[in-house]
């Protein structure tokens, strides 16, 4: 009679300890809104990284990079190609665009799987990436769903909507459904794929806590740099879509 | 039991109590882990890495250097082609040169030739003037002198009467017979 709710008791200690926690959330309260907190927390470490990072390699360029800007040169060059390929020849204009993304969740999703948030504790919830919150995730499938809308708008007009009713008018409500789905299957792919990651390696830290994790460590380092390139090169896919075709 | 379980319940419940705070559970945090991941990462990521790059700054100096190679053989090439720009007005100031001075020549030759047949021609003109004069002169000489014979055989023939025939055939008897005396 005494040892039930006791054991219940120690199993829940051990739960809690042990426990992974998924939707516990560090709330701040601006304006009415409830924001996720680690999520802009984490945001801006990446932002920091990023900027720092590129502020001090190209702070004095030479015509013959040094290793920073080496790097980053090489790192703009492999987002160009990756823009050319997608986009075709007018990649030009959206190379920021895509950069932008492929950089962001790139660093997101790194910083999730090497950076110990865990030593940072919170309130409530954990640090983590912020491609781990279906939040950010969605901001940038909806900013890539506007990105291809303006493209196309801006490239032919309001012919660009004559798109709908190709190769016949029978496929119309299913072009329409396209332009949900898109960012549905690109915010929630990422979403998943990460959250997947630092989740295996999570509950794999909890039941055993050194060497087995790591191998699952390193597939999470592939999948994220592969999400990012998929997300990068699906957006300019997608902007490259709603611009062809135009004569 | 009891105490531990309390630990437990301590342990996983103290984030909740405070604000921001330290995680120092080594396990927990995974640094362990964490560690080994980013120095594997870092131990084979480096090489690759960096020969990427150096292939990477290799193939911008190639490329500089072909092009300042390039651009050296191209201002070589200009350099060429203004020597010889230069030759060439040279030798197209030569030539306009020796053109005048032969025009300048073929002028004086043709001036000189033209005022020579100019004289030449001036010289016939007073001539041919000349005659011209001197024939209208004897025209006008034998003119009047016909003018004078023609008037002379006019009186003469108007005057000529019977006594002065006589009288004229005698005088000149006269002078025949003094002619035949003399003798």
Known sequence: MNITPCSIKTLKGLYDISGVEVGQHFYWQIGGFQIHAQVLITSWVVITILLGSVIIAVRNPQTI???GQNFFEYVLEFIRDLSKTQIGEEYGPWVPFIGTMFLFIFVSNWSGALLPWKIIELPHGELAAPTNDINTTVALALLTSAAYFYAGLSKKGLSYF???IK?????LPIN???DFTKPLSLSFRLFGNILADELVVVVLVSLVPLVVPIPVMFLGLFTSGIQAL????LAAAYIGESMEGHH | MKNVTHSFVFLAHWPFAGSFGLNTD?????LINLTVVVGVLIFFGKGVLKDLL???KQRILSTIRNSEELRKGTLEQLEKARIRLQKVELEADEYRMNGYSEIER???NLINATSISLEQLEKSKNETLYFEKQRAMNQVRQQGFQQAVQGALGTLNSCLNTELHFRTIRANIGILGAIEWKR
């Open chain 1, 230 to 233: 998929i997300f990068a090169t």
């Open chain 1, 65 to 67: 990079p040094t290793d």
């Open chain 1, 167 to 171: 190769p016949t008018p029978i496929l």
């Open chain 2, 54 to 56: 150096d292939n990477r």
């Open chain 1, 176 to 178: 329409i459904l396209e």
């Open chain 2, 26 to 30: 080594i396990l927990a945090t995974n």
């Open chain 1, 162 to 164: 004559e798109k709908y």
């Open chain 2, 106 to 108: 073929e002028k004086e």
